[in-house]
């Protein structure tokens, strides 16, 4: 069974899809790593950001392991790293990317197989796996999304001002709805969660309720 969960930055994807991977006992792909991953190498080798070819160079021949807990690229543990404001804003390079897309599209596809998995990103229940047996578009609003972004960076020790973020987080909402290759949408068939208010604990079993709705129908 294919879980997608869609949804835009900040709106506690990465940490709510894993547990409930946990939960359900399904494999977690955290396709947002996959996109942060390139950019850092592109970051690391200073390419021109103008030079799309170099990215897809990597695209094609980095080895992402995400398989466990941690993020393993090219053998070496980028977890933290990847989640730095300098990638998270370089990231857009990669995501903005056809041919690093048509590549990185190829890899879910290929992990999934014959798999049971909880996928997360912006175009799992659209684009990647349209015909997946439950797809969730989890979102929260603006304000709610950038205190948590910074409080996460602050559990990461990088300190920053809530108004920075939410200027970002609104840039970075436009690219991602705007991108002409695999924009954030919400499936037809995707059930929309708004989480403002809501506990992750609360979060997590609303969906697993949805999914065991589904496993069951
Ligand atoms: O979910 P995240 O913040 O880790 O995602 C990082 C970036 O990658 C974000 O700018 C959107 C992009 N992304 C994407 O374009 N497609 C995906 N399936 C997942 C993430």
Redesign the pocket.
């Known amino acids: 069974m294919i879980v997608t969960i869609?949804g835009p930055?900040?709106a506690g994807?990465?940490s709510i899809s894993r547990r409930l991977a946990e939960e359900l006992g399904f494999e977690f792909l955290?396709?947002?790593?996959?996109?942060?991953a390139i950019a850092l190498l592109g970051l690391r080798a200073e390419i021109d950001w103008a030079d799309g070819d170099r990215l897809v160079e990597f695209a094609k021949s980095a080895s992402i392991d995400l398989s466990g807990r941690a993020v393993i690229l090219d053998g070496e543990d980028v977890s933290h790293e990847i989640r730095s404001q300098q990638v998270?804003q370089a990231?857009?390079y990669?995501?903005g990317n056809v041919g690093v897309?048509e590549e990185?599209v190829r890899l879910?596809r290929e992990f999934a197989e014959g798999k049971d998995i909880v996928t997360?990103?912006?175009?799992?229940g659209t684009l990647?796996f349209p015909h997946a047996e439950c797809k969730v578009f989890l979102t929260a609003s603006p304000e709610e999304r950038a205190r948590r972004r910074v409080r996460d960076l602050a559990s990461r020790g990088e300190t920053v001002a809530l108004e920075d973020i939410l200027q970002q987080q609104t840039k970075?909402d436009e690219?991602?709805s705007q991108?002409e290759v695999?924009p954030?949408l919400k499936a037809e068939d995707a059930v929309e969660v708004m989480t403002d208010g809501m506990t992750e604990a609360e979060v997590l079993l609303k969906l697993v309720g949805i999914v065991q709705r589904y496993q069951h129908a």
């Open positions: 869609d930055a900040g994807k990465s955290d396709t947002g790593a996959m996109y942060r998270t990231t857009r990669a995501a897309r990185l879910q997360e990103g912006r175009d799992q990647v970075r690219e991602d991108r695999g954030l």
